[in-house]
């Protein structure tokens, strides 16, 4: 084997080892012992919690909680790893998420029933069985950040310093995944309607508020957005199989949120089927 040779050959091996150190590093905890981070830092592109990958979105996430909890219950305790991200734009909220997944596996099935509920905006449960929960709604949030506690009080209190003002009403899409093997993956992200064009919402009652089900299916502009959200979000919950299994390229063709009422064209009015005196 000649110098060149043998030179390429050391230099691929360390060059590989690198590369894995630097795929390695992204995870956000290690083990099950969650990093460093200082408020606000920004997510890696290749974050994962656990080996699951993380949906990038716009590529504009910045940490606020990290933190590692162990499951309740009969069994033994699985260590489970919560992360809280966030994203704003010109002084404006513009979503957070929140991921909750397995950082290791074991015997213990998860049953919460996550597609119960028929009162919400949007549903879906494309899971295998009842054991493999793959559910995805969408709800809307009345009152929110008004009394935040733990992480979330360190984040609002980063909006107050910063002039951010949280929406009052935000709509929650919620993924959940639940494997056979005590591993589930659940990611929780609260958009902005504001963001699209929609005006502020301060109503607190969640029964009155414009986005309750009752009224926004009545007012064309909210009834389209919310079916574009839903084609996106089960889109989304059509990828989360994939996640649970730590394949890194799960959510790669998963656009924002902020795209699904783009060329789409505008609502026909409806009017109503009673009037009242």
Partial sequence: MSFVEAFMKHFAFYLLIFLCNHLAAADLFDGTKPRDFKLADPLELNATVGGHPIWNGEGKWRLFNLVRRDSTGSGPAIPIGDVGLFQTENKKFVAVMK????LAEGNTRWVGEPCKRDDMLYKANI???????NCVTINHIS????????SDAELYALFVEQGVSPPPTILQITLTRNGTRGNFLKTTISVNPEVMGFARETEVSWGRNPWNKTMSFKDPEKKQF???LGVWALQFAKRMDDALDKKTDAFVAIPTWRSVLTEMPKPETIKPTVSLD
């Fill in 143 to 150: 009152a929110y950040a008004n009394n935040p506690s733990g």
């Fill in 127 to 133: 899971g295998k069985s009842i054991w493999e929960d």
């Fill in 99 to 102: 991921i909750s997944a397995t």
């Fill in 226 to 228: 919310i079916d574009a």
